[in-house]
C-alpha cells in the first residue's frame, strides 16, 4: 500500500451489523402474522461521560446476570474503552475493565467465556487484542500478530480462529494490507497464521467474518480502495457520502473474481462462490437452525462509509438462506438492518423499514412478528431480549427497555408518543436537547451536565439535574391530562404545579437563592434553539488556519503545564475559529479530544526530532510554540534542514503535546521517549486560557520555510 492511502489501514470497521435493502426482495412479501407496539422507558445513558462520537451503543448481551454494552468509534478513535454492564440486581451500570481499544463494537461467547474481539488498539500496531472474562475478572492477550483490526473469533475443532485486517511491511514506507485468519491451540496465548488473502499496493483486503457450519469453517472477505473523488466515474459521485481524509474508500466488487468465500474442512482452504451475483461487495454470516443466512452488499463503486448510515442507492443487497446445498432468499422486506439476535431458536432483527424501526420475530424465516418502535427512539442501533422485554441501545446513549407489548392497528398513532422516562448528558448547549427537554444553562461551563425526566403518574413530572442552571422541558401531552393541574419536581421539590392551558413549555431557572424559579412559554420541540455560550474573542484580522490555529493551541498546552515548548501533529486541527467570538463549541471543535502530555529532551534531540519530522509527508507534519526555526531544501541530497533555530543543543526542555503524538512519536518525530501524562484534557486547557485571557490577540508562525539552499549548509542556533 502507498504510503499516502497509508492512513487508511487504521480504524475502519464493517461489523456484522447487516446493511440490506428491499430492491432485491421484488415479488416477494413476509407473512405478517402481528404487528405490536413497544413501551420503552429509558434504562440509562451509561456513555454519558464519554465523548459524543463514543456514545452510540454498539452492541447489547446478556451474560451470567449482566447486560453488557458496547460503544465507542474505532473511526474516530475514541479509546481507550470501558467494559460497562448492567446490573439487572441492583439496577446500576458498573465500569468492570478497561481496555485498549478505540471501541467495542461486539461481545462474543466462546467455548463459554466471554471474548472482546479487540477492533482497533489504542497501541502500536505490532499487535491486536483480545479480552476475555475469566473467573478472577478481564485478561488482555496482546498476542494477535500484525492485527490491525480483529473482526470477531470463532472456535473449531479445538481451536480459535480469528478474522482480521493484517499488515505487512515490504520496504520503507510500504505497507501492504490483507486479510488474515490466524489459529491457536492455546485459547490466545500464541497465534499462527493459516490464511491470507490477496493482496496489492493500492486496496486494502480483510476478512470480516468467519464462522462454523456443518463441521466447516466458513470465511468471509472483502476488499476496498482508496479513490480521489476524480478517480471516480462521474455518474458514481452522487452517491459518495464521506471522505476519509482525500480519498473515498471505495468497496472492490469481486475481489476475489469468480469466487466469495474460503471454506476450511480442517485440512484444506478451498474458494468456493456460494452467490451467484454479479458485482458483490460484502457477506455478513450467521447460522439459524441448522441454516446459513447470509446478507450480502453488491454495486460498484460502494462508497464504504457511507453503510454506517444506509446502504447507497447504487448498492444492492439481499438476506440469503443456504442449507448446505441450495440457496433461497428469505421473504423479508426492508430497507436496512441495524442488527440481529438469536435467543432459543428464534431470530431477531432490528430492520428499519419505509423510514420507520422495527424489531421483527421468526422462528421459520417465513411467519413474522413486528414490534414497532415509537418514532422518538432516533437511530436505534442495537437489541437484547432477556424472554420478557427488549432492550434498545440508541445513537444517542439512552438503553430503552420495553415495559408492555400491544397489538397495534395505526402506525401514524407511534409519531405522537413520548418516552415515560429518559437521561441526557452533555457538555455543549447544542447538544442539550433530548427527547422533551434542553439542558440551557450550566453551573460549571464546558463541565458535565446531566438531567433526568419520567413521567412518573398521571400528570407528575419528576427531574432530577447535576450541574444544570437552567433547562426547557417541553409539556408530553401524550402523557399528560391537560385538563388537570400538572405537577413538575425537580431535585426533589415541587416547582410547579398548575394547568397547561394552551402553554407548550415549562423553562427552569435555578436562581439566586439555590430554589428553582418556573415560567410557562411556547416554545416546542421543533422551534427550540440553543444559543451559543461565548467565552472569548479572536481579534486578529486575518482568518485563523489550521497552521495558526495550531500554533495558538501549542502556545496553550505550554502554557497549561509550564513546560519549555510544545509540538502537537497538524492533522489534529479540525475546525480552526471561524468568527471573532469564540464560542464554548468552538474550543471543542477546533481538536480532537486528547489530554495533554510531557516529555524531556536535550535540545540536539530536539533538533533532530524536528529535522525528521520536517521530511515527512504533510499529513505528519507538526506544528511548534516556544521556539522557532528555519529550513531550506537542499536540492541534491533531496531533504529538508535546519538552517536556524532559537533552541539550545545543551538545554533540557520539557516539552508539551498531545497523547495522539506520544502514541505515533516514532513515525512522526523519528524516535521514541519516556513520557508523562499530565490528565488534563486539551479542551479543558484551552477553557482555563480563555478564562485568563479571553482575547486572541496575535499568532506567529515559528516554522519557516526559506525555499531552496545549495548543498552546503552551516546550521546555527540562536537564543
Request: charged share 25%.
Amino acid at each position: 500500500m502507498r504510503s499516502k492511502i497509508k492512513k487508511i489501514l487504521l480504524t475502519i470497521v464493517v461489523t456484522s451489523l447487516l446493511f440490506l435493502n428491499s430492491n432485491s426482495l421484488e415479488g416477494t412479501e413476509e407473512n405478517v402474522d402481528t404487528l405490536y407496539s413497544l413501551k420503552l422507558a429509558s434504562i440509562g445513558f451509561p456513555t454519558a461521560s464519554k465523548q459524543k462520537t463514543a456514545h452510540a451503543i454498539n452492541d447489547l448481551l446478556i451474560f451470567k446476570n449482566k447486560l453488557y454494552l458496547g460503544y465507542g468509534d474505532a473511526v474516530v478513535n475514541t479509546g481507550p474503552t470501558d467494559i460497562i454492564y448492567y446490573d439487572f440486581n441492583t439496577k446500576d451500570f458498573v465500569n468492570e475493565f478497561t481496555i485498549e481499544d478505540e471501541a467495542i463494537y461486539t461481545y462474543q461467547v466462546v467455548d463459554e467465556k466471554l471474548i472482546i474481539p479487540g477492533p482497533d488498539a489504542t497501541e502500536n500496531w505490532k499487535y491486536g487484542n483480545i479480552y476475555l472474562l475469566t473467573d478472577y475478572g478481564w485478561i488482555k492477550k496482546r498476542t494477535v500478530q500484525n492485527a490491525l483490526h480483529i473482526n470477531n473469533v470463532v472456535s473449531f475443532q479445538k481451536k480459535w480462529y480469528v478474522a482480521t485486517g493484517t499488515y505487512f511491511s515490504f520496504g520503507e514506507k510500504e505497507l501492504f494490507a490483507f486479510g488474515g485468519i490466524l489459529s491457536s491451540e492455546n485459547e490466545g496465548d500464541t497465534w499462527k497464521l493459516v490464511y491470507a488473502t490477496p493482496t496489492d499496493e493500492k486496496s486494502v483486503f480483510r476478512v470480516g467474518s468467519i464462522i462454523t457450519f456443518k463441521n466447516k469453517l466458513y470465511a468471509f472477505p472483502y476488499a476496498f480502495t482508496g479513490y480521489t473523488y476524480s478517480d471516480i466515474p462521474e455518474e458514481y459521485r452522487k452517491y459518495l457520502k464521506q471522505a476519509y481524509g482525500d480519498n473515498y474508500l471505495i468497496f472492490n466488487y469481486d475481489p476475489l473474481g469468480t469466487s466469495d468465500a474460503i471454506v476450511f474442512d480442517g485440512n484444506i482452504w478451498r474458494y468456493i462462490n456460494l452467490v451467484d451475483k454479479p458485482d458483490l461487495c460484502y457477506i455478513s454470516p450467521f447460522t439459524l437452525n441448522g441454516k446459513l443466512i447470509l446478507s450480502t452488499i453488491s454495486g460498484r463503486f460502494v462508497d464504504y462509509l457511507s453503510l454506517k448510515d444506509n446502504l447507497p442507492k447504487n448498492a444492492h443487497s439481499s438476506l440469503l438462506c443456504f442449507d448446505g446445498e441450495k440457496l433461497s432468499e428469505i421473504p423479508l422486506s426492508f430497507n436496512l438492518i441495524k442488527d440481529k439476535l438469536i435467543k432459543k431458536n428464534k431470530l431477531y432483527l432490528l430492520i428499519v423499514k419505509n423510514a420507520r424501526y422495527f424489531v421483527v420475530e421468526t422462528g421459520d424465516l417465513e411467519n413474522w412478528k413486528y414490534y414497532a418502535l415509537p418514532a422518538y427512539i432516533y437511530k436505534p442501533t442495537s437489541i437484547e431480549y432477556d424472554g420478557n422485554s427488549f432492550y434498545i441501545g440508541t445513537e444517542i446513549g439512552n438503553i430503552f427497555k420495553s415495559t408492555v407489548k400491544e397489538k397495534l392497528d395505526d402506525l401514524v398513532s407511534l409519531d405522537k408518543e413520548k418516552p415515560l422516562k429518559f437521561y441526557g448528558a452533555c457538555q455543549l448547549p447544542r447538544d442539550g436537547k433530548f427527547y422533551w427537554a434542553a439542558i440551557t444553562g450550566w453551573e460549571q461551563w464546558g463541565k458535565l451536565a446531566k438531567i433526568t425526566c419520567e413521567v412518573k403518574s398521571e400528570n407528575l413530572i419528576d427531574i432530577k439535574t447535576k450541574n444544570v442552571s437552567s433547562f426547557n422541558i417541553f409539556f408530553p401531552s401524550y402523557l399528560l391530562n391537560r385538563e388537570k393541574p400538572t405537577e413538575v419536581k425537580i431535585d426533589n421539590e415541587t416547582a410547579f404545579k398548575d394547568t397547561l392551558g394552551s402553554f407548550t413549555e415549562l423553562v427552569c431557572v435555578n436562581g439566586k437563592t439555590k430554589k428553582w424559579q418556573t415560567e410557562k412559554g411556547v416554545q416546542t420541540e421543533q422551534t427550540f434553539r440553543y444559543r451559543r455560550k461565548i467565552i472569548g474573542h479572536n481579534n486578529i484580522q486575518d482568518r485563523i488556519n489550521k497552521k495558526t490555529a495550531g500554533v495558538f493551541l501549542a502556545n496553550v498546552l505550554q502554557w497549561s503545564v509550564s513546560a519549555d515548548v510544545a509540538i502537537i501533529p497538524e492533522s489534529g486541527i479540525r475546525k480552526p475559529f471561524d468568527n471573532e467570538d469564540v464560542a464554548l463549541e468552538d474550543v471543542f471543535d477546533l481538536t480532537y479530544r486528547d489530554t495533554i502530555w510531557t516529555f524531556s529532551v536535550q535540545g540536539a534531540e530536539l533538533f533532530r526530532m524536528m529535522e525528521f519530522n520536517l521530511n515527512q509527508d504533510d499529513k505528519t507534519r507538526c506544528l511548534i510554540g516556544g521556539f522557532n526555526l528555519s529550513y531550506s531544501l537542499d536540492k541534491e541530497k533531496k531533504e529538508k534542514r535546519i538552517v536556524e533555530t532559537s533552541l539550545d543543543p545543551a538545554k533540557t526542555y520539557t516539552v508539551a503535546t498531545t497523547g495522539y503524538l506520544v502514541k505515533n512519536m516514532d513515525r512522526l518525530l523519528g524516535e521514541e521517549v519516556n513520557s508523562h501524562n499530565s490528565n488534563l484534557g486539551i479542551q479543558q486547557a484551552m477553557l482555563r486560557w480563555f478564562g485568563q485571557f479571553r482575547e486572541i490577540t496575535d499568532i506567529q508562525l515559528n516554522i519557516i520555510d526559506l525555499g531552496f539552499s545549495p548543498h552546503v549548509f552551516d546550521t546555527k542556533t540562536t537564543k
